[in-house]
Structures are given as C-alpha cells and as structure tokens.
C-alpha cells in the first residue's frame, strides 16, 4: 500500500522530537526482544507488495517495546505507542492532524516524532506549584490508545482523559468533531475539558471523517461532530459542539466502538453489533435489497442481524465504507464496499480460528489462532494485501510472506499494513 514507512534513523538511532531534545531524552536504539514490524505498501514512492521487515531499533530509535502499532485506516499516518505509555507519530500532517506544534507547516512527517501532550493543565499546575511541587509541569504521560483520522486526530492516556487535535469543522463541512464546544480547529493536543466537568473516563475513541464517537470506561457510548447523515446516533441533523450520549444505547455496557468515514458500530456485552450513520455502500449490514441508495443512511442504533442472529460477536472492525465481525466460535462475517448489504460469512476461514480483524479501504486483513495472516480485498495497486502482486483478491488468502513469522497484533490504514510479530 501507500505505506508510511519511517525514515531509518543513523546508526545512533536517536528518535526526532518535535523539539531539540536534550541528552537525557534520547534513545539509543537497541532491537526490541518482541516487537519486529512487517509491513505492505509503499513510502508514495515505493510499492513493497509483500511484507518488509523492520528493525525496531533502527526505525524508532527506541530502548524499548512496541505495545500497538497504530495505522489509521482513513488517512496515511501511523504511530506507535511503547511499552513505557511513550508515543511516536508520522505520515500524513495534513489540518495538523498528528498534534506536532513545531511541524505545522510540514504537510507529510518522514521521520517517527515524539507526541507528548503535558500531564496537567495550566491552573492545575498554578495549583499545585502553590503547594511546592515546581516540577509538574514537565512530567509526561502515557497513552492507552491513539486514533488517526483523515482530518483530525484523537489519543487517549492511561489515566482516561481524551486529547483530540486537527481540523475543527467548518459551515460547510460541519463542526463540532473535537468536541471543545468552540468548533475551532487546533494544531496542539487540547484535553476535552467537559469529559473532566463530568467525571467521564475514556478507555476508546474511533476517529471518523467529520465525527467522533467515545467509549467511556463504564461503557457509556458518546457522539460528537457533524449531524448529517445521522453520524450522530440522535435522529438529530445538527452538529453537536460536545460529546453527549447516544441515548438509544443507554441502559447497555458497551465493550468496542469503531468507525468507517462516515458510520459507527458498537458491540455490547450481550455480542449484538449496533450501527448508525450512512450505508450507501450497505456499511451498516442491515441488508435493503440489490442495492443501497446513495443517500441511505440510519439515524438511530440499528442492531446488524442477518446472518448473525444468535451468533455472539466479540469484536468487530470498520474501514473506509465495510466492516467485519468475529464470533465467539472464530468464525469471520463481513458486509459493505457494494460487496455484500449484509453479514456474510468468509467460508474460506472455516478451517481455523479467526481472532483478530482489521478493515482498511476497502480491504481486510485476518489474524487466526496459529498467528497467520489472510487478506482479501482491492489492492487498488497499492500492494497493501502482502501477496506478492497489487491485484485484487476475492478471497481470504493466506500471506505467504508471513507463513514463517507468528503475528501478535495487526493494524490496517487507508492503503498500508502492519503487524507486530513475535
């Protein structure tokens, strides 16, 4: 795919930081003892069709492990997060999107750059600068997750609290996607204060086009950002300045949320897959006969049944405009792309266990119990399924590149794959 590969450092392997580091913050890159990258797709120059191997240490500049390798299925930026909570982003900075002040102007980041965001606010640090601690103000902090969207980004910290950063909205396109209340855009990491006012931790976000959607630690689902289409869950079209509460999901513990560009779905803990937002391309898997109307869309949760009637889901994935699901059994469902309106079982995966997927654009990589990948989908010349050619595949396929190799975890963009591997 259109792979976002990071700039090999020196043989020093000091990792970039947004800022001149000083010796006590950079890393001298070792191998990680769990943690090779392989990845599909290309730098925009270079096509790699079958996955290329990286060298941790190299790439990174890090004395550390990965613990996710994050690529966003909307756009063509990665980022990583390492064993520690640290965090290193690059690709596309388009609208700022990868939260590096000093790189504003840089529209693609070649080059792994070190995301912070500070551990505290201005007034919490008057505050507590008040009581002696004159060091608070430089303290890191550790993330749980980051999301990269196609114009605005979103990560999460381990202590619960929600940064998002990039394009804010506009009359146009809609407002609201950051969640700050004001609709303005930012190029820094902005904490989102009313989850704060609130007391609502979040443990995931899924980052869409023009929308955003949050899941907090009590499984409280939350929508802000763009109204059309019904992104918001509501049954209202109006844009939303906050995040509040999809309200016909109230009363259910929600486990997963995730999003396509412009849709939703979430899985509760009784394995039902809830869906809103649009389904011109039947995203939704709510079925609708041949074909979709290209302004069809679903304002409220609609549960995705079909073929997945009394089968339990436990986890599911979105890309650009199709999703998939795995039950309990390891069986693989997927629906969307103008491929299939509703679930459709992946007969060729009927010989193992699948338990892991990922949805890219219009594409989906699986990870089995044995630590194997298969992939299917439109390599749109990209190389991004790994199977030595940029054709299409119709059918789950193994990746012979892979066959030597035990994944762990699996990541798809727009146009680019990663695995980590042990």
């Given at each position: 795919g259109t792979l976002p590969l990071p700039t090999v450092v020196d043989e020093e392997g000091l990792l970039i930081e947004s800022q001149t580091p000083s010796e006590g913050d950079k890393a001298v890159a070792q191998?990680?003892?769990?943690?090779?990258?392989?990845?599909?797709?290309?730098?925009?120059?270079?096509?790699?069709?079958?996955?290329?191997?990286?060298?941790?240490?190299?790439?990174?500049?890090?004395?550390?492990?990965?613990?996710?390798?994050?690529?966003?299925?909307?756009?063509?930026?990665?980022?990583?997060?390492?064993?520690?909570?640290?965090?290193?982003?690059?690709?596309?900075?388009?609208?700022?999107?990868?939260?590096?002040?000093?790189?504003?102007?840089?529209?693609?980041?070649?080059?792994?750059?070190?995301?912070?965001?500070?551990?505290?606010?201005?007034?919490?640090?008057?505050?507590?600068?008040?009581?002696?601690?004159?060091?608070?103000?430089?303290?890191?902090?550790?993330?749980?997750?980051?999301?990269?969207?196609?114009?605005?980004?979103?990560?999460?910290?381990?202590?619960?609290?929600?940064?998002?950063?990039?394009?804010?909205?506009?009359?146009?396109?809609?407002?609201?996607?950051?969640?700050?209340?004001?609709?303005?855009?930012?190029?820094?990491?902005?904490?989102?204060?009313?989850?704060?006012?609130?007391?609502?931790?979040?443990?995931?976000?899924?980052?869409?086009d023009l929308h955003m959607t949050v899941l907090t630690t009590e499984g409280e689902v939350l929508t802000t950002g763009s109204g059309s289409y019904g992104r918001l869950g509501n049954l209202e079209s109006a844009d939303q300045l906050f995040l509040e509460p999809v309200e016909l999901l109230g009363g259910m513990n929600t486990l997963q949320v995730v999003g396509g560009h412009a849709f939703s779905l979430v899985l509760t803990d009784d394995g039902m897959i809830h869906g809103w937002g649009r389904n011109d391309k039947g995203q939704l898997g709510t079925g609708g006969g041949m074909m979709v109307d290209m302004y069809a869309m679903n304002e409220l949760p609609t549960p995705i049944e079909g073929y997945l009637e009394n089968n339990k889901v436990v986890k599911i994935a979105a890309g650009h405009s199709h999703a998939a699901a795995i039950t309990e059994s390891g069986e693989l469902y997927t629906w969307g792309s103008n491929q299939h309106l509703e679930p459709q079982l992946m007969t060729q995966l009927l010989h193992t266990k699948c338990v892991d997927v990922k949805c890219g654009m219009d594409y989906t990589v699986i990870l089995d119990h044995f630590g194997q990948l298969y992939s299917f989908g439109q390599g749109k010349k990209t190389g991004v399924l790994g199977q030595a050619s940029t054709k299409s595949v119709s059918v789950a396929t193994l990746v012979e590149g892979m066959t030597h190799k035990t994944a762990v975890s699996i990541s798809a963009g727009m146009s680019h794959f990663a695995c980590l591997v042990e």
């Open positions: 191998p990680a003892s769990k943690g090779l990258v392989l990845s599909s797709g290309s730098d925009r120059v270079q096509v790699f069709d079958t996955p290329a191997e990286m060298d941790v240490g190299k790439a990174f500049g890090a004395e550390k492990e990965i613990a996710q390798y994050i690529c966003s299925p909307l756009s063509s930026s990665s980022a990583v997060i390492f064993n520690d909570g640290s965090c290193a982003v690059w690709g596309d900075n388009s609208n700022g999107k990868l939260g590096l002040p000093n790189q504003t102007d840089t529209k693609f980041v070649t080059t792994p750059t070190k995301f912070q965001v500070p551990t505290v606010m201005e007034d919490e640090v008057n505050s507590m600068k008040g009581n002696n601690n004159d060091n608070v103000a430089t303290k890191g902090i550790g993330f749980r997750t980051i999301r990269l969207g196609s114009r605005f980004s979103a990560a999460v910290t381990t202590a619960g609290d929600l940064f998002t950063y990039g394009f804010g909205g506009s009359v146009l396109d809609g407002m609201g996607m950051l969640g700050h209340g004001d609709g303005e855009s930012y190029t820094t990491p902005k904490r989102v204060e009313s989850l704060i006012e609130d007391g609502c931790a979040v443990d995931d976000v899924a980052v869409s």
